[in-house]
């Protein structure tokens, strides 16, 4: 029988904002111009997360690329890293809410976005960096922040490889634009307020 136990479940433990960081430029390095990635390669490549420093240089890396982004994950959001992400898991997972991945159809669960929305796995997920997932509690759901791509490709895998993922997974009270479910009780609320 297979054990179906919540990402809730799985082991848990505290990260810092810059292993979030690292991993998101691992993830999205070859976005950057050539020139940068050759030149700072060695950020990435072999990382010294206990150099003020580096940890400094990375945060701005990131943020040339996805300020957009990361200007709405509430700044109060803690981070975990978690393993195991598995198959299991994603009937928890929602694809970010953002216009390219959004449908009025369904929540944005990534199984439906899977069907909707079919992407090629291009890697085997072992050669991944981490995605990045947030959400309120540890009982989800979360969005995917990072790697929507990828694991989107994983869920629709007609064959799909074995895997078992670490994932670091953002949590806070505060709302957060690219999590649907604060987007739909938003929108509730203003159809209540204007109704």
């Given at each position: 029988m297979v054990d179906l136990m919540p990402l809730a479940e799985e082991h848990w433990s505290s990260a810092s904002y810059d292993d979030v960081v690292l991993a998101f430029l691992e993830a999205e390095w070859g976005?950057?111009?050539e020139p940068i990635r050759?030149?700072?390669?060695?950020?990435?490549?072999?990382?010294?997360l206990s150099s003020e420093?580096?940890?400094?240089?990375?945060?701005?890396?990131?943020w040339a690329l996805r300020e957009p982004l990361l200007t709405h994950v509430p700044g109060d959001t803690r981070w975990f890293a978690v393993t195991h992400l598995r198959r299991q898991h994603f009937p928890e997972l929602h694809a970010i809410n953002h216009p390219a991945w959004t449908s009025p159809n369904d929540r944005n669960e990534l199984l439906n976005v899977a069907c909707r929305r079919p992407e090629r796995l291009k890697s085997e997920p072992s050669a991944w960096a981490p995605p990045i997932l947030w959400g309120h509690q540890k009982s989800g759901p979360f969005t995917i922040l990072e790697g929507n791509h990828r694991l989107t490709a994983l869920a629709g895998s007609i064959d799909p490889?074995?895997?078992?993922?670490?994932?670091y997974v953002g949590l806070s009270d505060g709302k957060c634009l690219w999590h649907r479910p604060d987007a739909d009780s938003s929108t509730d609320n203003i159809a209540r307020r204007h109704g």
């Open positions: 976005k950057y111009p050759t030149q700072c390669a060695g950020l990435i490549v072999s990382p010294s420093r580096e940890n400094r240089i990375r945060a701005k890396f990131l490889p074995e895997f078992s993922l670490a994932v």
